[in-house]
T-cell receptor, first 111, second 114 residues
Framework: QQQVKQSPQSLIVQKGGIPIINCAYE??????FPWYQQFPGKGPALLIA?????SEKKEGRFTISFNKSAKQFSLHIMDSQPGDSATYFC??????????FGQGTRLTINP | DAEITQSPRHKITETGRQVTLACHQT?????MFWYRQDLGHGLRLIHY???????NKGEVSDGYSVSRSNTEDLPLTLESAASSQTSVYFC?????????????FGPGTRLTVL
């Protein structure tokens, strides 16, 4: 059962644009929402994470927006660069339980 | 520097053979995880361990087994490989407590079952 749905599956943006990747979850008990970034041939790496007590978190050019009532959260990348081209995964967890990952979004930033 | 390694990086095997994928971490993390990555499915959890002698089934555990005899290693065994197990396999580890969800991933093993 897929508890975290991610969209779009792929996304192409011009350099400097703001790609937005969306995730929706079902389990209202989830309390930790991370995003992982994966470059080709590498394992995923934690990029940024948020807890439901805040609506937004920024780290450099990366921002998570969180909408608790809609059970949705999204990743925005400001001033995107070709080096941001990667696959992005959202995830969610409850307490100390295991992470549930979304399906992934392959992002391409064209020069 | 601490790291997490996987071996082999690439493996081709035949249907019905037993295969073991190795995962070794030097972070001294208690928690270790095995995932498989398939297009359209993201990362799906196969097995996980919260410490020595502890193992638990994940979302897609059928046909796989793990054992945890020390902190550093969590080998994944495919008892009788099937073509449906062709995938990229990732091992991950994390600390306990408040950092339990900050998982560090290995480089992956690409397994092909013919």
């Amino acid at each position: 059962q897929q508890q975290v749905k991610q969209s779009p599956q792929s996304l192409i943006v011009q350099k400097g644009g703001i790609p937005i990747i969306n995730c929706a979850y079902e389990n209202t008990a989830f309390d930790y929402f991370p995003w992982y970034q994966q470059f080709p041939g590498k394992g995923p790496a934690l990029l940024i994470a948020i807890r439901p007590d805040v609506s937004e978190k920024k780290e450099g050019r990366f921002t998570i927006s969180f909408n608790k009532s809609a059970k949705q959260f999204s990743l925005h990348i400001m001033d995107s660069q070709p080096g941001d081209s990667a696959t992005y995964f959202c995830a969610a967890s409850k307490g100390a339980q295991k992470l549930v990952f979304g399906q992934g979004t392959r992002l391409t930033i064209n020069p | 520097d601490a790291e997490i390694t996987q071996s082999p990086r690439h493996k081709i095997t035949e249907t019905g053979r037993q295969v073991t994928l190795a995962c070794h971490q030097t972070w001294n993390h208690n928690n270790m995880f095995w995932y498989r990555q398939d297009l359209g499915h993201g990362l799906r959890l196969i097995h996980y361990s919260y410490g020595v002698q502890d193992t638990n089934k994940g979302e897609v555990s059928d046909g796989y087994s793990v054992s945890r005899s020390n902190t550093e290693d969590l080998p994944l065994t495919l008892e009788s490989a099937a073509s449906s197990q062709t995938s990229v396999y990732f091992c991950a580890s994390s600390e306990g407590g408040t950092r339990i969800h900050e998982q560090f991933f290995g480089p992956g093993t690409r397994l092909t079952v013919l």
